[in-house]
């Protein structure tokens, strides 16, 4: 899949990314032109207009309150407002 026309937060222009399976492969200020697949549709491209894309976010509630990282001390927090 490419998304088009994107504002890439931190770089300070439009780009373009694209994603196979689950993976960002690519992003660029360079048209990305569609992938020659193999088998199956042609690649999706999907423009947008006025639109922004930043990392994605940590959800702090579930990964500190149910312990699931690492610890960041010598203790287990008992909530994630520790």
Known sequence: M???????TGAGHRGNIRVL???IVAVSSQDLSPLALDQGPPEL???FN???VFPGLINSHDHLDFNS?????NRIYNNYTE
């Open 2 to 8: 490419i998304i088009r026309n994107i504002e890439i």
């Open 69 to 73: 990282f690492p610890l960041l001390g």
């Open 45 to 47: 491209c999907l423009t």
């Open 21 to 23: 399976g689950e993976k």
């Open 50 to 52: 006025g639109s922004l």
